[in-house]
């Protein structure tokens, strides 16, 4: 097995960079009402200074990528840590000044793409087949897990009266461990030829089989990160308490992931993703549909069907287009994000027309917002509708390919 004797400790060591990438996620997001009320910064600015976090992850994702063979991920870890220590003391020491808050968004995004740019690689390089696809879930994992942590941080830190500089400096905990179980560690070379040649990498996502996951790893992006950004918001109109969404949403996922490896041997990448349409599709319905404490087991089915999407996405890039190499996993991860940042707005527009038709039903107040935002959740089924006939295409195209090979 291509696998080099500290693949343990650089798994680990990636895992605490996921991890970096999470609370990095979470307790920003945690501490934006506390910038806003110190320092008087309008919703429009905070939403702004959150944009740079998305900004930062696609760019540094697909330039690691272009460079992982180049300069090899060790050195692209080591600028992640440059990245997010830097961002997070610039944070921390801005004093509340507008552009310093944009420059250390900026910064930790980028040390969030690297980690994505040298980690799946790496972690394709050190394991084989199933234990690969195992192996990148259970890294994955560490986002959703890393929410959840990140979240109940920031949310009885605010509520013991911690300011927002302590909640920061809590994402140094992880920067500094995974800093120390990479120092010194050499990173696996790629195991197929093709895969260290950025003009091979190139040839290979010409073929007809990348470009169709290039496409649709767009809309399995926005069907994670879409409603998420959302349903709370929505759910919390109607009795649900947008915590414990959040908490099962993400926890599911984890657990999900955490356990992949038989789900992948038995039904392969493509039964997998196919299944996770389904899923996704249902609890959309069911979110789209319930109220109150019915939308906690609506939440469970969605998480579960968003878990896969992700993490199988670029696991079927590594193992069925291998010479794409790093650069293809970090495009088709790249992409992802940047669909996720360019749905947000059409969202936002498709609950302010549902807003404006509920409200010319004459609803208002929790109402009102209740039935816009199912509304929206309705339209949002369209995702993984497409993504059911997306995977079903695949499955039956990999397998006849399959089946050829064999022959």
């Known amino acids: 097995m291509a696998q080099s004797i500290n693949a343990t400790r650089l798994f680990n060591a990636s895992c605490f960079a996921l991890i970096t990438t999470a609370l990095s996620f979470s307790i ?144 140094m905990i992880p920067t500094l461990i995974y800093a120390f179980l990479f120092w010194g560690q050499e990173f696996p070379k790629p195991k197929v030829e093709k895969a260290a040649s950025v003009s091979e990498n190139l040839k290979a996502m010409l073929s007809p089989l990348f470009l169709y996951i290039f496409v649709f790893m767009a809309l399995t992006a926005i069907s994670e990160f879409g409603p998420q950004q959302w349903v709370g918001l929505i759910l919390s109109k109607s009795g649900a308490d947008p915590m414990l969404l959040l908490a099962i949403t993400t926890g599911t996922m984890a657990v999900a992931r955490y356990f992949a490896g038989p789900v992948v041997a038995r039904f392969d990448q493509t039964g997998v993703l196919l299944g996770s349409a389904i899923l996704t599709a249902i609890g959309l319905f069911l979110l789209s549909r319930v109220t109150g404490g019915v939308a906690y087991g609506a939440a469970f089915v969605y998480a579960c069907g968003i878990a896969y999407f992700w993490p199988n996405m670029l696991g079927f890039v590594a193992e069925k287009v291998p010479a794409s190499g790093a650069l293809g996993m970090s495009v088709v991860g790249g992409i992802g994000m940047f669909s996720s940042s360019m749905f947000q707005p059409i969202i936002g527009s498709w609950i302010d027309s549902a807003r404006s038709e509920a409200a010319a039903k004459g609803l208002t107040g929790d109402e009102l917002e209740l039935a816009a935002g199912q509304a929206t959740l309705s339209t949002m089924i369209t995702f993984p509708l497409i993504l059911i006939v997306a995977f079903t295409i695949l499955y039956f195209w990999v397998k006849g390919r399959n089946a050829a090979k064999l022959a």
């Open 28 to 171: 920003r997001a945690g501490i934006l009402s506390q910038l806003g009320t110190e320092y008087g910064f309008s919703a429009e600015q905070l939403g702004t200074i959150n944009s740079m976090w998305f900004l930062g992850f696609p760019i540094s994702m697909i330039v690691g990528g272009l460079i992982y063979n180049t300069v090899g991920g060790k050195k692209i870890m080591q600028f992640a840590l440059f990245a997010h220590a830097v961002g997070i003391l610039l944070t921390i020491y801005s004093g509340g000044n507008y552009t310093l808050l944009l420059i250390s968004t900026l910064l930790i995004g980028l040390g969030n793409g690297c980690t994505e740019a040298a980690c799946n690689p790496m972690i394709a390089d050190s394991y084989e087949g199933v234990k690969m696809s195992e192996m990148l879930n259970k890294f994955h994992m560490w986002f959703p897990g890393g929410i959840v942590i990140g979240a109940l941080i920031s949310k009885f830190m605010t509520e013991g009266g911690a300011g927002w500089q302590a909640q920061i400096w809590v994402i």
